[in-house]
Structures are given as C-alpha cells and as structure tokens.
C-alpha cells in the first residue's frame, strides 16, 4: 500500500485531456513538492515534472502540473497514442523521514 | 550529459547478500548539490525509495530498510553501491540508480537491473 494515492488505471482517446491525482496528507504533499513520473512500457521512470509544476527541457507542454494542498494532479492534452505509459508521483514525507511514491497509473489510449 | 548505469549478479540467494553497483559517466559524484541515490520496482508494482549518499559519504536509508541497507561510495571509480543483506523472495526486483536533486527529484536514471532471490 503505498503512502500517495493514484488511482491504477486511467484512459482517454487520443486529443483529449486526461487528468491523473496524486493524493496524500500534511506530511508529504501538504508540505513538499511534488515531482512525476513517465514509464514507457519496459524501460526505466523518466522526469516528466519537477517541483509541482515544472518541465524539464524535451517535456512537451502538454504535460503539466500542479498541486492543491494534500494533492498533487497532473494533465495530459492533446493525448497522443505514444503517451501509454505508468504515471507515478512522489515527494519527500517528514513523517517517515524518507521519498515516498504513488502506486502509479495506467494510461492506455484507447 | 550524466548517465548512470547498474551492474551486479541478477540472481542472488535467499538469506545472502544483494550488491550493486552504479556507473557513473559525464559527471562527478563528489559534485556537490545531489543525492545518489536507490530505488526499486517489485514486479508489477509502484516504486520504491531505498536510500542515498550525498555530501562526501553521509547516507540516508528508508526506514523500512534501514536495518539491511548499506550504500557506500568509490569516488575513484565515480561509482556509488548498494548493499542489502539477508534478503528473501520479497526483495526480487528491478533496482534502479538515480541522481536525486533533492528530494524525490530523480534525473538521470540508470536502465535498471533485475535481481531474482533464489530459495
């Protein structure tokens, strides 16, 4: 059970806008930034946001961030199919003294 | 450009313990400024924050994992380790090293490893 909480599978079609949160508590998200994920299908997590709501350079911006007091979210427009992929968030927890990570979410384009 | 890369035994058996190591290339681990750091990924599932090295040799572990985990460093080498002993079946997976601008900000990754615990 991981300490943030994404929801395990999320789809769309392609163009459209898809929304993936990231929920958790005072301790972890309520205090520290918040920093996404990109896992294309057998390969290694990628950056895909850092600090809530910034892209690292090469991110289209269609990808982006943001975060609400206890909850992080992250959107994706224009979908496009080669966006499959797990979606993970993580952050630092000052109550478990140690970074801690959504479970991850399954974006299929359908 | 940084790029990690890991290395060790992809099968190690139960009780024993699991080492490996991270490459590092374009850049210096005693460049200040970052945590290099381990994580895992059972199969199947969410990722999972091992522990890392900063600052010259100052470690911080998971406390789930504290007790087994050792990570070390070989600045000579650019090359940081992880080591995890007494390990079981649990602890098959894909391990991962990062570079962690701090905290949870992971860029680069290495490819990743997987390490299967044999009984």
């Known amino acids: 059970q991981s300490v943030l909480t994404q929801p395990p599978s999320a789809s769309g079609t392609p163009g459209q806008r898809v929304t993936i949160s990231c929920s958790g508590s005072t301790s972890n998200i309520g205090s520290n930034a918040v920093n996404w994920y990109q896992q294309l299908p057998g390969t290694a997590p990628k950056l895909l946001i850092y600090t809530n709501n910034q892209r690292p350079s090469g991110v289209p911006d269609r990808f982006s961030g943001s975060k609400s007091g206890t909850s992080a979210s992250l959107a994706i427009s224009g979908l496009q199919s080669e966006d499959e992929a797990d979606y993970s968030c993580?952050?630092?927890?000052?109550?478990?003294?140690?970074?801690?990570f959504g479970g991850g979410t399954k974006l299929t384009v359908l | 450009q940084v790029q990690l890369q890991e290395s060790g035994p992809g099968l190690v058996k139960a009780s024993q313990t699991l080492s490996l190591t991270c490459t590092v290339s374009g850049g210096s681990i005693s460049s200040g400024g970052y945590y290099w750091s381990w994580i895992r990924q059972h199969p199947g599932k969410g990722l999972e924050w091992i522990g890392y090295i900063y600052n010259s040799g100052s470690t911080y572990y998971n406390p789930s994992l504290k007790s087994r985990v050792t990570i070390s460093e070989d600045t000579s080498k650019n090359q940081f380790s992880l080591k995890l002993n007494s390990v079981t079946a649990a602890d098959t997976a894909v391990y991962y090293c990062?570079?962690?601008?701090?905290?949870?900000?992971?860029?680069?990754w290495g490819q990743g490893t997987l390490v299967t615990v044999s009984s």
């Open positions: 990062a570079r962690d601008r701090g905290p949870s900000w992971f860029d680069p």
């Open positions: 993580a952050t630092w927890d000052d109550r478990l003294n140690g970074v801690v």
